[in-house]
């Protein structure tokens, strides 16, 4: 069968094949698949965007339907980077158009979703210096001013990691390095991309590319800090983030009865949850939007429910930071909401 003429029904059974594989991390069942697609004339955009990316996704929603544990979710995302490796180092177009850096925003460790945007670059005609997860603002500045490349594609998977976006896309256009931001962080229809001065946003790999071909991004106006945060909610709950965590596990154990019996990796996994709840609020208050707090606290209920933690556990957590942040009025509102949400109902909405 020609790959060039596969039909999305034949790409959806190799993607089935596909996930088997790297559900159980064969690495070499997952290579010989895609490099036998390849050699079949399959083209290697589809299979980054139309089989491992979709593989992706739905490893992230067995992961959070607690169907597969963090142990397989890890493995398989190791065994998807090298099937895209393996794609690249057999299909090697010689670069035609301009040098793009492409990189994870400081502390942002989902790689693979920025690493297929590399590669679609690098197949359109680019010449890519990937940097991978977790990229330090100045020290991609320090690239920018040693490589010189014609724009930077910045990749953002969680809003938390909005504020640091904020600051090295900031940096970067003040080296004059024009940023293209991506990835879910900065909201489906990149409101936070524009929000935080972004010059330009897309929502896919290959959106990426052709919003690259029309031409490299201009510059927006500077980008400023966000007037709404100096109200400094954002800076008072970020400085008092220890102290808030230590409060909120002490007044739970005391609000929540079922936590006495918990063990200590369940109180090293609340711990942790608390300090999500935290990390999200900040990032709803730097950007002044309450659906990312609430977002997240939908998100987090369906991930507990489906690992037998009732939503009451959620709903308590908020209300402990609800009355603590009394001096907080955004914050508060976004508490309240998120109670809602946690619920899934209009109850404990009382301020």
Do not use: K
Request: glycine share 10%; with cysteine.
């Amino acid at each position: 069968m020609s790959g060039t003429g596969l039909l999305a029904g034949d790409l959806l059974a190799a993607g089935e094949d596909y996930l088997r594989c790297i559900g159980r991390a064969d690495e070499f069942g997952a290579v010989d698949l895609v490099v036998g697609l390849l050699a079949d004339g399959v083209p290697a955009e589809r299979l980054l965007l139309e089989l491992i990316a979709p593989a992706q996704r739905r490893v992230g929603e067995l992961w959070a339907a607690n169907r597969w544990s963090v142990a397989r979710e890890h493995g398989a995302t190791a065994v998807s980077e090298r099937a895209v490796a393996a794609i690249a180092t057999r299909v090697r177009p010689e670069p035609t158009l301009g040098r793009v850096t492409v990189a994870c925003t400081d502390g942002e460790y989902h790689a693979l979703p920025t690493r297929l945007l590399a590669e679609v670059l690098r197949l359109r005609g680019w010449r890519v210096d990937f940097l991978g997860a977790n990229v330090p603002g100045p020290h991609l500045i320090t690239h920018l001013h040693q490589s010189g490349p014609d724009a930077v594609a910045l990749g953002c998977a969680l809003a938390t990691r909005l504020p640091r976006a904020h600051a090295t896309l900031t940096a970067c256009q003040a080296v004059g390095v024009p940023v293209l931001a991506g990835g879910p962080g900065f909201g489906a229809d990149g409101r936070f991309a524009r929000l935080l001065g972004a010059d330009a946003w897309a929502p896919t790999a290959d959106a990426a590319a052709d919003r690259l071909a029309g031409g490299l991004p201009s510059f927006a106006t500077p980008s400023q800090a966000p007037a709404h945060l100096a109200d400094e909610e954002y800076t008072h709950l970020t400085r008092r983030r220890g102290e808030l965590l230590t409060g909120a596990m002490a007044a739970l154990a005391g609000a929540y009865p079922p936590m006495a019996a918990y063990t200590a990796h369940q109180l090293d996994a609340t711990a942790e949850d608390l300090g999500h709840i935290l990390d999200f609020l900040a990032a709803a208050l730097y950007v002044d939007d309450v659906e990312v707090f609430t977002g997240f606290v939908t998100w987090t209920r369906g991930v507990l429910q489906a690992r037998g933690v009732p939503a009451r556990a959620l709903a308590v957590g908020l209300r402990i930071f609800r009355d603590e942040l009394r001096d907080f009025p955004r914050a508060r509102h976004m508490l309240v909401r998120g109670i809602e949400a946690a619920h899934d109902r209009g109850a404990d909405l009382e301020t």
